[in-house]
């Protein structure tokens, strides 16, 4: 009977958290929807059909997307552990590791706004690499705090007893240092690819309107009231981040065995 009620209760957790996501996709299925009906009255495949027929804003905005979350998240993640590096073995650790919460203090929003007219003096306001830049500013000093709990004593004693045995400060890190951290590799590039794709404020201030992410473009039609080319969109938006979910999952497993 126990067993019984916490499986209905699984199912009952389960099925409300996949609900709105069922709702995306029936609507990206769907042309017409009229208050009070509680399901659309016409579903048709032309929303998906046109998605990959040529030129379509939300597939562009995809690939827009991609194209700035993955360099972000790469770039960022080794930046980061490198810094985290150099800060843990700093004398001065404290203070350099609390200039990295500067960018937390604000909102997204506030913050762009503060840094909007240094994009517009160096001509990076409205571009690829402006947005990307910006973006940049958030990923990294999150990376930094979160490589910095990695750096311990532990992996210290690691580096000193490579040493002890002959070995290279190069060798140590190369050796027992990056192997040791391939686990939080994977999940802080996966924390960043969620902050960049998802990324709103930042985006819409300093890309000007001109850099449709996907994320902008699900906004537009939201205040567009086009809710069926929004579930489409939002849909999309979810693809990446479970994708990744699933092969961060599976590396955190091989590590474990």
């Known amino acids: 009977m126990k067993h019984s009620f916490k499986y209905i209760a699984l199912s009952v957790i389960a099925f409300i958290c996949t609900m709105p996501l069922i ?26 059909a046109v998605l990959f027929a040529g030129n379509n804003n939300i597939l562009w905005s995809f690939i827009l997307s991609a194209g700035i979350a993955l360099p972000v998240a790469f770039v960022s993640t080794i930046m980061g552990f490198i810094t985290a ?20 203090a604000l909102s997204p929003v506030i913050f762009a706004v503060c840094l909007r007219f240094y994009f517009i003096k160096s001509g990076l306001a409205g571009s690829y690499f402006g947005v990307a830049a910006a973006q940049l500013i958030i990923t990294f000093p999150y990376c930094v705090i979160f490589f910095i709990s990695f750096f311990n004593e532990r ?18 890190f190369k050796k027992a240092i990056l192997p040791a951290a391939k686990p939080f590799f994977a999940v802080c590039f996966f924390q960043c690819f969620l902050i960049s794709w998802f990324e709103y404020g930042l ?21 567009e009231a086009n809710i069926f080319q929004a579930a489409l969109s939002c849909c999309l938006l979810i693809i990446p981040p479970v994708i990744l979910l699933w092969v961060n999952k599976k590396i955190l497993l091989q590590q474990a065995h």
């Open 23 to 48: 709702i995306l996709l029936l609507l990206s299925f769907s042309k017409f929807w009229q208050f009070p009906k509680i399901l659309p009255q016409i579903f048709t495949t032309e929303n998906w």
């Open 85 to 104: 590096n150099f800060i843990a073995n700093h004398k001065k650790r404290n203070q350099l590791l609390l200039l990295t919460y500067f960018p937390f």
């Open 155 to 172: 992996i210290k004693q690691y580096g000193h007893l490579v040493n002890t045995l002959g070995g290279s400060n190069f060798y140590a």
């Open 203 to 223: 985006t819409s201030i300093i890309g000007y309107g001109k850099i449709q992410t996907l994320t902008v473009t699900v906004f537009q039609y939201i205040s």
